[in-house]
């Protein structure tokens, strides 16, 4: 009688699967140089406190062309990007309301009625894909840590172009409820694409 011989390899090398508990990411904005240098980076105060990301469709208009009994579609221009609402944690802990509020009254300010010049108040913005840098956790169980080299790296990274604050939110503050006070900031962005198109796969 044989013997039936099992091996399971789900999620390992020979599988070419994938699997993380959660999808690490971070969102980082290039904030315009006013703000950066009165309140702090965004990377400090803002990049982890961000809950997530709803990524905004991208699509194509076209345009549709009469021919005698039929309608063709040829290829249009870029469809505007709407707004994407961003949820952030802990607001007060650090400089992330502060950091936040003067970017929008960069753009308008509630209390003089001045608006900026949209050159000054758009920045560009990455979002990435962050998976575990695995030569980094070789060389630490080796007792060869390299310095300096983070033990996440950076996957797929996606360029926001024309990214600028367009609204506030905060939850509903309640004396009845536990829990922090969240926020969500409206992120107006003109175009997003992959930094690198053939390298959207990880090796690791």
């Not at 044989?2 to 990411?25: H, I, M």
């Not at 894909?129 to 169980?141: E, G, S």
């Amino acid at each position: 009688m044989a013997r039936l011989k099992y091996k399971n390899t789900f999620g390992s090398q020979n599988s070419k699967l994938d699997l993380q508990r959660v999808d690490l990411f971070k969102v980082t904005l290039e904030l315009p140089t006013a703000i950066a240098a009165a309140v702090g980076p965004w990377s400090e105060h803002v990049e982890f406190a961000v809950e997530k990301f709803p990524w905004p469709e991208r699509k194509v208009d076209t345009t549709p062309i009469k021919f005698m009994q039929q309608t063709n579609q040829l290829i249009g221009g870029d469809t505007a990007t709407g707004a994407v609402e961003i949820p952030v944690r802990y607001v007060f802990a650090q400089h992330t309301a502060e950091l936040l509020e003067k970017w929008l009254y960069l753009i308008r300010n509630p209390l003089t009625g001045g608006v900026g010049l949209t050159s000054e108040v758009k920045c560009m913005g990455y979002v990435r894909w962050l998976v575990p840098n695995m030569t980094r956790q070789i060389n630490d169980i080796r007792g060869q840590p390299t310095p300096g080299e983070d033990i996440m790296q950076d996957g797929a990274i996606y360029i926001l172009e024309g990214c600028w604050i367009s609204g506030l939110k905060f939850v509903d503050a309640d004396a009845t409820a536990s829990g922090y006070v969240t926020m969500s900031f409206s992120l107006q962005c003109d175009r997003w694409y992959p930094a690198n198109i053939d390298r959207l796969a990880i090796q690791l």
